[in-house]
């Protein structure tokens, strides 16, 4: 299928809230836009856009700024979020704009580790410095017995 759209096309067009190195995801049913990115000053922001608009619906707090690297984000189905920075893995509630919980995962992460959810959202992959790490929840667990 190929692929084809022209400016009229468009739903909605607008400038990165970031303004520079932006990332953008849906969550797993659609509804959701999140928007995560690094300024060109280092700034950097996990946001929910609202899609039509191409305004900026909701901002999660806790990601650091003045890092000079790109954040990493995944959405699991729906519920979470996950961003990798500052060797970092930090995760919040789709919901909630204040930051869940984070975790080192034990050592070894990268500045900006990639991560990615299973389907089953039990599984989270993130990249280390000598390759990767499978984090996992009590479920998740569960699967990797």
């Known amino acids: 299928m190929a692929w084809n759209f022209d400016k009229k096309d468009s739903l909605a067009d607008y ?9 953008l995801l849906y969550s797993a049913d659609g509804r959701k836009l999140f928007s995560c990115g690094t300024s060109q000053l280092g700034t950097s922001s996990l946001m929910e856009i609202t899609e039509a608009k191409g305004t900026i619906k909701k901002v999660y707090n806790g990601l650091t700024t003045q890092l000079g690297g790109v954040v990493q984000f995944q ?3 729906n519920h979470f979020l996950a961003a990798g920075e500052d060797g970092l893995i930090k995760f919040w509630h789709v919901d909630n704009v204040n930051i869940l919980s984070t975790t080192d995962a034990e050592g070894g992460l990268e500045a900006f580790p990639c991560l990615r959810f299973d389907k089953e959202d ?3 992959a993130v990249s280390t410095s000598e390759g990767f790490k499978v984090l996992a929840n009590p479920t998740g667990l569960k699967s990797l017995r």
């Open 15 to 23: 400038n990165a809230p970031s303004g520079w190195c932006t990332r």
């Open 75 to 77: 959405s699991s189905k």
């Open 122 to 124: 039990n599984l989270l």
